[in-house]
């Protein structure tokens, strides 16, 4: 059973970068598509990126600018960068696996973290 | 943009009702849809995608339809566990989620 963990700080000051990281157990990294997802605390959902275990990625245009998401196959671990944040940016993060032969349809989550935006 | 239109934001519901929810999109998406379910505190969960293919694990009580810019999830005989949050999502391109509706307890 494929499981994703997402770990890294739960409070960020304002325009610092915020930095997670998914790790993937009971599965490879390979073949998939993996994403980012976030949902600001009581509002609906938006797709932040997604990567390829070759390296692959693309982002949302509305946080291109301010987005890094990379991959770590050896470690099973794909990694998200937001550089410039604001409290807008407070949300909780979810990494999640695209469905096979898809890129942009999630069947596996993470449990999710929060992170908050705040001095 | 495409623009997304889920309705209804919110209904009431009795166990055992047949429920229907809908999603409109601004331009065709063909059937690059997709449904989730969503649990206060937990990530959502897939229950369709391509507009009508039921996810492995997912009651049969569940279905979608739809293709072009109109879709429908229907739950046909509403369970206790049914009550949550429910969102579409397209894949036609830049991924989007609609406003969500919440299906609560009448």
């Known amino acids: 059973q494929v499981q994703l963990q997402e770990s890294g700080p739960g409070l960020v000051k304002p325009s610092e970068t915020l930095s997670l990281t998914c790790t993937v157990s009971g599965g490879s990294i390979s073949t998939y598509y993996w994403s980012w997802i976030r949902q600001p605390p009581g509002k609906g959902l938006e797709w932040i990126g997604y990567i390829y275990y070759s390296g692959n990625s693309n982002y949302n245009p509305s946080l291109k600018s301010r987005v890094n998401i990379s991959v770590d196959t050896s470690k099973n671990q794909f990694s998200l960068k937001l550089t410039s944040v604001t409290a807008a940016d407070t949300a909780v993060y979810y990494c999640?696996?695209?469905?096979?032969?898809?890129?942009?349809?999630?069947?596996?989550w993470g449990q999710g973290t929060l992170v908050t935006v705040s001095s | 943009d495409i623009q997304m239109t889920q309705s209804p934001s919110s209904l009431s519901a009795s166990v055992g009702d047949r429920v229907t929810i809908t999603c409109r999109t601004s331009q065709s998406i063909t059937t690059y849809l997709n449904w989730y379910q969503q649990k206060p505190g937990k990530a959502p969960k897939l229950l369709i995608y391509f507009a009508s293919t039921l996810q492995s694990g997912v009651p049969s009580r569940f279905s979608g339809s739809g293709s072009g810019t109109d879709f429908t999830l229907t739950i046909s005989s509403l369970e206790p566990e049914d009550f949550a949050t429910y969102y579409c999502q397209q894949s036609y391109n830049t991924p989007q989620f609609g406003g969500g509706t919440k299906v609560e307890m009448k």
């Open positions: 999640a696996r695209s469905v096979a032969g898809t890129r942009e349809s999630w069947d596996y």
